[in-house]
């Protein structure tokens, strides 16, 4: 039977998503060992207690003078004092220079720091003597106090997802802890009697499940803590009874299949029964039906249900662009799409469609974007191949060279 039902623009879509998981947001919050943090959803404000760095610093091995001091190549200065990292000069006497290591503090006076390739050390008493090969500037390699961070900034902001180097950040600053979300708790299950494991016998019309490797994994890369249960009958009361299941503990049950209208396809009449369902027509390719709602628990609070299409580059792409936002603003976080970049097409694409289409590409390393060659929503390969999507909005033809939208794969994981 045809669907005539409206497609509805991406836009739309999300509004009505992200509205759903601000209602269903995470309360719960933990507070963690910042080394422990990675990829976890800030949810208070990482602030400085001092000044990064908290001393004027050598940005280089060398020497340190007064730049007054040299005003001609050649100078030659005795060495008083030697300062490695974490040592605290003395006051610098006019007419003199300071051995200094890279991040040590710079000693009261000096001015500036001459790199040591630009310098001779040469024999005198005590640490010798040194010659400065060139005028330096005032100010040359110095890092000055409090030139990354100043006291009492706001260095991370609540809603982030935590980095590498905002851990780095945060621990510049003396956090020894950090506020952040609960992981989101996520169950998923594939429908359709069609499914295998691998490894089981492939009978005739039945297919290896590629979907539960993929979204299990898609989601452990989002920071959730997934429940699988698994490959579920193509019935009403096995459908539902995997439903009751999966929302007893889980923010979300995200599934994959049975989201159209088919007469063999019982997720919409299993989450209705149990709570409600909206099943959309999405405008973009590929990926177009997605379903939404939420099932009841016993307390009559209820878990977020998302259904994804079957086909496995549909799921892929509904995950990044629906899923991924969903998973962030119950966190906290931000459901807006990565900045996308504008980047050169080295393909044509001639076949302008009424959906919004994305496309499967590979960056080159002219910096330009080439097309894998089948765009099915069924050929996985692609988006193994791809480096991310071309945006391409609908009733959009692109001949080569022209400028395009590029979304990254890893910012669409990662954000």
Known sequence: MADHRPLLTLDEVMSRLLAGAHEHAIAERETLSTFD?????????????????????????????HADDVTAEGAVLPVLQRIPAGVVGQALARGTAARIFTGAQLPPGASAVVMQEQCEALPGDGLGLVRVNTVPRAGQWIRRRGEDVTRGSTVLQPGIRLSP???????????????????????VFSTGDELVMPG???KPGAIYNSNR???????????????????VPDRLDATCDALRRAAAGNDLILTSGGVSAGEEDHLRPAVQSL???????????????????????????????????????????NFLLAVSPVLRVMQGGSGELPQALQLRAD???????????????????E????LFGNQSSGVLTSAVWGDGLVDNPAGQVIQRGDSVRFLPFAELLGR
């Open 37 to 65: 943090a990675l990829g976890r959803m800030l949810t208070e404000a990482v602030h400085s207690a001092l000044d990064v760095p908290p001393e004027d610093n050598t940005s280089m091995d060398g020497y340190a003078l």
């Open 165 to 187: 180097q905002a851990l780095g950040l945060a621990a510049s600053v003396g956090a020894a802890t950090l506020s952040v979300c609960r992981r989101p708790r996520v169950a």
């Open 200 to 202: 089981q016998p492939l």
């Open 213 to 231: 490797f993929m979204l299990r994994g898609l989601l452990q890369a989002a920071g959730c803590e997934v429940v699988d249960l698994g490959i």
């Open 275 to 317: 709570g409600w369902i909206e099943n959309w027509q999405v405008a973009i390719k590929p990926g177009k039906p997605l379903a939404f709602g939420g099932v009841r628990r016993a307390d009559r609070s209820s878990a977020v249900f998302v259904g994804l299409p079957g086909n496995p580059v549909s799921t892929f792409v």
């Open 347 to 365: 393909f044509d694409w001639p076949r302008a469609d009424r959906r919004r289409e994305f496309l499967r590409v590979r960056l080159t390393a």
């Open 367 to 370: 910096g330009a974007l080439t």
